[in-house]
């Protein structure tokens, strides 16, 4: 059985790896948005598409990462890899998939990531500095 995506886990994954507050995210989502509507939005397992639309294009990271990320499945994937080098990583017996393009493709979308994430913390970082200067 496979294990459903929080995607509201992944909202509050991929802010805190930005370094963003949820009242930062509230303000940059504009009027409605409080930090107690993005505790209750991140706690949600699935998440309205035009919403998480909307959270995507605020923190700049594509909706299928919210959709797609399961970050127990990529430490498995990476344990299970690196730990045990001379061995074959259990998460792959008895399945089709080439085991080496699925690390090479995670890791090649975690650096790609990573990079924009960077970027994008510094770009919020400026406008949460302008923001803390008007009032």
């Known amino acids: 059985m496979e294990a459903k995506v929080h995607e509201g886990r992944n909202v509050k994954r991929f802010r805190e790896m930005l370094g963003i507050k949820q009242d930062a ?19 949600k397992e ?4 035009p919403l998480l639309k909307e959270i995507s294009s605020t923190l700049k990271i594509p909706v299928e990462a919210f959709q797609n990320f399961d970050e ?41 990531l990573y990079e924009r994430m960077l970027k994008e913390k510094d770009e919020m970082m400026g406008r949460l500095e302008r923001l803390i200067k008007e009032k």
């Open 72 to 112: 127990e499945q990529a430490i498995n994937i990476i344990s299970n890899t690196f730990d045990n080098c001379n061995q074959p990583a259990s998460i792959f017996y008895n399945s089709t998939v080439n085991p080496v393009e699925q690390i090479v493709k995670l890791h090649e979308e975690k650096i790609a």
């Open 46 to 49: 699935t998440i309205e598409l």
């Open 25 to 43: 995210l509230a303000y940059e989502l504009g009027e409605g948005w409080t930090q107690k509507k993005i505790s209750q939005l991140e706690q």
